[in-house]
């Protein structure tokens, strides 16, 4: 007797349709085998299963099983395959029948309870794109794969839940969202994104670093901070996701997809429509970074998608994970090569950087003595310099705060970051008209054409930009980097050209060797 | 550039023998020098001479000093030595080439040896510009620890007086000082934060009978030269140069009331952009783009993540 239950099978963020064909023979010794490649984790589902069922008070067949997991000739992992082996199993040995279209996804608990398992929405858009109807999931699950359209999702409790439903005793309904009539999940939104722990209000004072953040939200532009320690780099690094504008739809599920395929969303949790915020300790390795492993799973860069960045302690970071950051920065994702093939995660981050001016925080300080050696000191700064700083278009120095009693102007100056989410998602809006044209989003990512096509500059403005060049001793590069920047500024301002100002501020935010 | 400068060994017995060394306990037996000047300059180079010696790891008050003090010594017929080192030796020598003061850097090492070799260009600087590179070791004998405190017997001995600018306790600094009080030089030193580290040599050095100066002035009186301007004198010289820019300038035109406010408040005390934003209570990004103007109309400087006025 052989029956095949449709499930899927993962690649990085591809899906596999795969077939599971379970059969139990009618003569040979009790014995119960999963073939196809299996990983450990799947081989060891035949416990489970076993438990799971037995709990479930149904009988478990004491006959030779096999279960082979079609195309037998890749690799596959994860522990969703105990659903559709589990439901293989009880269907022959019960007699019922399965329908044949629905991909069938889930880890069983021993109890016969089904578990919240990875992966769950790559599944359903799986499900979208190859025209199959229905999926069944885990309960918990039923929410982030419900998030994509045209799919009945039916979340599944428990594996007896299942066999009620299959065999007609008690029906499990689809999945529905209730939406409002922009097709978004309104409270789910709101929700999300309403409170941040780190909120713009709770920084006073610090209007310098501030301005720099609106500007690189606005623009999605890079960012270092250099200052001592004790400055707030840190604060202020988490404060940019708040007044970053919520991710729309699409951006949620690249999001989404993710975290969901490395198990990191919620139990009854769907869509994150909260922008990430990823702050990976120095000591990360290169994989850490950019993603690998002998299956290739997504790194911080990728975790860090749609998102930010943070990168605390920039020079301290190992050399070779600095210089991966570089391709990723410039494409928008990274591809990871290993012997099982290659895959490709998005990675579209914004990155903040910081770093102290010196190892030991205080070169340059009022009043306390640096007490690095100079030979150090150059060391720790090579690593700043060269082509990652090419990829960095604010630059600004973060003084430390010395005083713990603000002044009552500074306290009134404090704004929400609602209410500055609102002046950028206006100003990205203005650069999505312009840009889209070529095929991008926002001013950081303009080339030098584009640039030539986009950003028109009033004649004084060029003048004193020219003069600059002379003066400052700036490179072609800064000199475009200026005017990118520059021309955020203008969208801040509400206005169509680069004016004399925007470039005067502009120039503020170039690289200058600090001290 | 320094391949063509050729050595020359000055003995006890030669006329070109600076006097001042002459005078101490210890005088070496034999001097290199590496320069290019005309007979005769030479004893006018040893004349009027200045140690400046401070700490290698020198703070942003302690750089602003230099700056500062070395302005009004502009063009004098003073001769700033001090040790080619990093910190406050190489930022003298710099600040002694961007005033058109002349300089001579004594070195711990053999006289054909550029070390720290990362300041190669300075080397070269000085010696284009009519200073010296003095060594009592020949070749290029590499330094030693000892080789730095006798070439601070010689910076002491040279000089006349002595500007110790940031002196931790224990420091080399200190041991040129003691070496300049043995010699009954004169030892000038600076007031700082009495929580910052590398003060607490200058006020030890006060306490022993240094002289505390806060600006350039004291330096020109002491070796009798005019008096140049006030300190008030200066505040309306930049006012003035403020004003005169404002008009010619033509990066900025149309009225700006801001520029004069912000320079003001420079004028006072040295500040972030920050502290500008809560002083002044304008928006960062006006307050920014106007500084850009103002540093490309060189009327204010950035340094250390602080603004400071340009006074000189």
């Given at each position: 007797?052989?029956?095949?239950?449709?499930?899927?099978?993962?690649?990085?963020?591809?899906?596999?349709?795969?077939?599971?064909?379970?059969?139990?023979?009618?003569?040979?010794?009790?014995?119960?085998?999963?073939?196809?490649?299996?990983?450990?984790?799947?081989d060891e589902s035949r416990h489970r299963i076993k438990a799971a069922i037995q709990n479930?008070?149904?009988?478990?067949?004491?006959?030779?099983?096999?279960?082979?997991?079609?195309?037998?000739?890749?690799?596959?992992?994860?522990?969703?395959?105990?659903?559709?082996?589990?439901?293989?199993?009880?269907?022959?040995?019960?007699?019922?029948?399965?329908?044949?279209?629905?991909?069938?996804?889930?880890?069983?608990?021993?109890?016969?309870?089904?578990?919240?398992?990875?992966?769950?929405?790559?599944?359903?858009?799986?499900?979208?794109?190859?025209?199959?109807?229905?999926?069944?999931?885990?309960?918990?699950?039923?929410?982030?794969?419900?998030?994509?359209?045209?799919?009945?999702?039916?979340?599944?409790?428990?594996?007896?839940?299942?066999?009620?439903?299959?065999?007609?005793?008690?029906?499990?309904?689809?999945?529905?969202?209730?939406?409002?009539?922009?097709?978004?999940?309104?409270?789910?939104?709101?929700?999300?994104?309403?409170?941040?722990?780190?909120?713009?209000?709770?920084?006073?004072?610090?209007?310098?670093?501030?301005?720099?953040?609106?500007i690189c939200a606005a623009g999605g532009h890079n960012l270092i901070m250099i200052g001592?320690?004790?400055?707030?780099?840190?604060?202020?690094?988490?404060?940019?996701?708040?007044?970053?504008?919520?991710?729309?739809?699409?951006?949620?599920?690249?999001?989404?997809?993710?975290?969901?395929?490395?198990?990191?969303?919620?139990?009854?949790?769907?869509?994150?429509?909260?922008?990430?915020?990823?702050?990976?300790?120095?000591?990360?390795?290169?994989?850490?970074?950019?993603?690998?492993?002998?299956?290739?799973?997504?790194?911080?860069?990728?975790?860090?998608?749609?998102?930010?960045?943070?990168?605390?302690?920039?020079?301290?970071?190992?050399?070779?994970?600095?210089?991966?950051?570089?391709?990723?920065?410039?494409?928008?994702?990274?591809?990871?090569?290993?012997?099982?093939?290659?895959?490709?995660?998005?990675?579209?981050?914004?990155?903040?950087?910081?770093?102290?001016?010196?190892?030991?925080?205080?070169?340059?300080?009022?009043?306390?003595?640096?007490?690095?050696?100079?030979?150090?000191?150059?060391?720790?700064?090579?690593?700043?310099?060269?082509?990652?700083?090419?990829?960095?278009?604010?630059?600004?120095?973060?003084?430390?705060?010395?005083?713990?009693?603000?002044?009552?102007?500074?306290?009134?100056?404090?704004?929400?970051?609602?209410?500055?989410?609102?002046?950028?998602?206006?100003?990205?809006?203005?650069?999505?008209?312009?840009?889209?044209?070529?095929?991008?989003?926002?001013?950081?990512?303009?080339?030098?054409?584009?640039?030539?096509?986009?950003?028109?500059?009033?004649?004084?403005?060029?003048?004193?930009?020219?003069?600059?060049?002379?003066?400052?001793?700036?490179?072609?590069?800064?000199?475009?980097?200026?005017?990118?920047?520059?021309?955020?500024?203008?969208?801040?301002?509400?206005?169509?050209?680069?004016?004399?100002?925007?470039?005067?501020?502009?120039?503020?935010?170039?690289?200058?060797?600090?001290? | 550039?320094?391949?063509?400068?050729?050595?020359?060994?000055?003995?006890?017995?030669?006329?070109?023998?600076?006097?001042?060394?002459?005078?101490?306990?210890?005088?070496?037996?034999?001097?290199?020098?590496?320069?290019?000047?005309?007979?005769?300059?030479?004893?006018?180079?040893?004349?009027?001479?200045?140690?400046?010696?401070?700490?290698?790891?020198?703070?942003?008050?302690?750089?602003?000093?230099?700056?500062?003090?070395?302005?009004?010594?502009?063009?004098?017929?003073?001769?700033?030595?001090?040790?080619?080192?990093?910190?406050?030796?190489?930022?003298?020598?710099?600040?002694?080439?961007?005033?058109?003061?002349?300089?001579?850097?004594?070195?711990?090492?053999?006289?054909?040896?550029?070390?720290?070799?990362?300041?190669?260009?300075?080397?070269?600087?000085?010696?284009?510009?009519?200073?010296?590179?003095?060594?009592?070791?020949?070749?290029?004998?590499?330094?030693?620890?000892?080789?730095?405190?006798?070439?601070?017997?010689?910076?002491?001995?040279?000089?006349?007086?002595?500007?110790?600018?940031?002196?931790?306790?224990?420091?080399?600094?200190?041991?040129?000082?003691?070496?300049?009080?043995?010699?009954?030089?004169?030892?000038?030193?600076?007031?700082?934060?009495?929580?910052?580290?590398?003060?607490?040599?200058?006020?030890?050095?006060?306490?022993?009978?240094?002289?505390?100066?806060?600006?350039?002035?004291?330096?020109?009186?002491?070796?009798?030269?005019?008096?140049?301007?006030?300190?008030?004198?200066?505040?309306?010289?930049?006012?003035?140069?403020?004003?005169?820019?404002?008009?010619?300038?033509?990066?900025?035109?149309?009225?700006?009331?801001?520029?004069?406010?912000?320079?003001?408040?420079?004028?006072?005390?040295?500040?972030?952009?920050?502290?500008?934003?809560?002083?002044?209570?304008?928006?960062?990004?006006?307050?920014?783009?106007?500084?850009?103007?103002?540093?490309?109309?060189?009327?204010?400087?950035?340094?250390?993540?602080?603004?400071?006025?340009?006074?000189?």
């Amino acid at each position: 007797m052989l029956i095949k239950v449709k499930s899927v099978s993962f690649f990085g963020l591809d899906v596999i349709g795969v077939d599971v064909e379970v059969n139990i023979a009618s003569r040979g010794l009790p014995s119960f085998d999963i073939v196809g490649l299996p990983h450990k984790s799947i081989d060891e589902s035949r416990h489970r299963i076993k438990a799971a069922i037995q709990n479930s008070n149904m009988e478990f067949p004491n006959k030779k099983i096999t279960v082979n997991l079609a195309p037998a000739d890749i690799h596959k992992e994860g522990s969703f395959y105990d659903l559709p082996i589990a439901l293989g199993i009880l269907s022959l040995e019960q007699g019922i029948k399965i329908p044949k279209g629905p991909v069938f996804f889930g880890e069983v608990s021993l109890d016969g309870s089904i578990r919240h398992t990875k992966g769950a929405l790559l599944v359903s858009l799986y499900a979208k794109e190859n025209k199959i109807g229905d999926i069944f999931v885990p309960v918990d699950c039923a929410k982030e794969a419900a998030s994509v359209d045209g799919v009945n999702v039916f979340g599944v409790d428990s594996l007896s839940d299942l066999y009620e439903h299959i065999t007609g005793k008690k029906q499990i309904k689809p999945y529905r969202f209730r939406t409002n009539n922009l097709g978004v999940c309104k409270n789910e939104i709101t929700k999300n994104t309403k409170d941040f722990s780190n909120d713009l209000k709770n920084i006073i004072g610090q209007e310098h670093i501030k301005r720099a953040l609106k500007i690189c939200a606005a623009g999605g532009h890079n960012l270092i901070m250099i200052g001592p320690p004790g400055a707030g780099k840190t604060m202020i690094a988490r404060s940019l996701i708040s007044i970053l504008p919520p991710l729309m739809q699409s951006e949620a599920v690249e999001v989404t997809k993710i975290y969901s395929l490395l198990g990191k969303t919620k139990a009854g949790g769907a869509l994150i429509y909260n922008r990430p915020f990823r702050a990976p300790h120095h000591t990360i390795s290169y994989t850490g970074m950019v993603g690998g492993g002998s299956t290739p799973t997504p790194g911080e860069i990728s975790l860090a998608h749609r998102g930010v960045l943070f990168m605390d302690e920039f020079s301290e970071f190992p050399r070779s994970v600095l210089e991966a950051l570089r391709q990723p920065i410039e494409d928008g994702f990274v591809t990871v090569s290993r012997s099982r093939g290659s895959v490709t995660f998005p990675a579209k981050f914004l990155l903040v950087a910081a770093s102290n001016p010196c190892p030991c925080g205080y070169l340059g300080h009022e009043k306390i003595e640096c007490t690095c050696p100079k030979s150090k000191i150059q060391r720790y700064r090579a690593k700043l310099s060269g082509p990652i700083l090419d990829r960095i278009d604010i630059y600004v120095g973060v003084a430390p705060v010395q005083k713990l009693v603000f002044s009552e102007y500074s306290k009134s100056k404090l704004t929400d970051s609602s209410e500055v989410r609102f002046i950028i998602s206006q100003a990205r809006k203005q650069q999505a008209e312009r840009l889209i044209k070529f095929g991008i989003l926002c001013n950081s990512e303009m080339d030098n054409n584009i640039m030539k096509e986009t950003c028109i500059l009033k004649q004084d403005a060029e003048n004193l930009l020219n003069m600059s060049v002379d003066k400052l001793n700036l490179s072609a590069r800064s000199y475009f980097k200026i005017i990118k920047v520059a021309k955020t500024i203008s969208d801040l301002d509400n206005s169509g050209e680069i004016l004399i100002n925007h470039i005067a501020e502009a120039i503020q935010y170039r690289y200058k060797p600090y001290y | 550039m320094s391949k063509q400068a050729r050595v020359t060994e000055i003995e006890t017995s030669s006329k070109k023998y600076p006097k001042n060394l002459l005078k101490i306990p210890d005088p070496p037996e034999k001097i290199y020098i590496k320069g290019r000047m005309v007979k005769g300059e030479i004893q006018a180079l040893f004349e009027n001479c200045i140690g400046v010696v401070g700490s290698r790891s020198m703070t942003s008050y302690g750089k602003r000093v230099i700056s500062s003090v070395f302005a009004e010594l502009i063009k004098s017929d003073i001769t700033v030595v001090s040790g080619f080192m990093y910190g406050v030796d190489i930022e003298s020598h710099k600040n002694a080439l961007k005033y058109g003061i002349k300089t001579i850097a004594v070195m711990p090492c053999g006289i054909d040896l550029i070390n720290p070799p990362g300041f190669r260009y300075v080397y070269d600087m000085i010696l284009e510009s009519g200073g010296l590179i003095l060594s009592e070791y020949n070749g290029k004998i590499p330094p030693r620890r000892y080789t730095y405190v006798r070439r601070n017997r010689i910076i002491a001995g040279l000089s006349k007086a002595v500007l110790a600018v940031e002196a931790s306790l224990k420091s080399g600094t200190l041991i040129t000082a003691d070496f300049a009080q043995k010699y009954n030089k004169k030892i000038f030193t600076i007031p700082g934060s009495i929580f910052s580290n590398v003060f607490q040599g200058n006020y030890q050095l006060y306490k022993k009978g240094a002289e505390f100066i806060i600006s350039g002035r004291r330096i020109r009186e002491f070796f009798g030269l005019n008096l140049g301007m006030k300190d008030s004198q200066y505040k309306e010289k930049g006012e003035e140069r403020f004003s005169n820019k404002k008009t010619n300038s033509n990066v900025s035109k149309g009225k700006n009331e801001l520029k004069p406010k912000i320079y003001q408040a420079l004028l006072n005390e040295s500040m972030t952009i920050d502290d500008l934003e809560e002083h002044l209570k304008e928006p960062v990004s006006k307050i920014l783009s106007n500084l850009t103007f103002m540093v490309l109309e060189g009327l204010v400087f950035e340094e250390g993540g602080k603004y400071n006025a340009n006074k000189s």
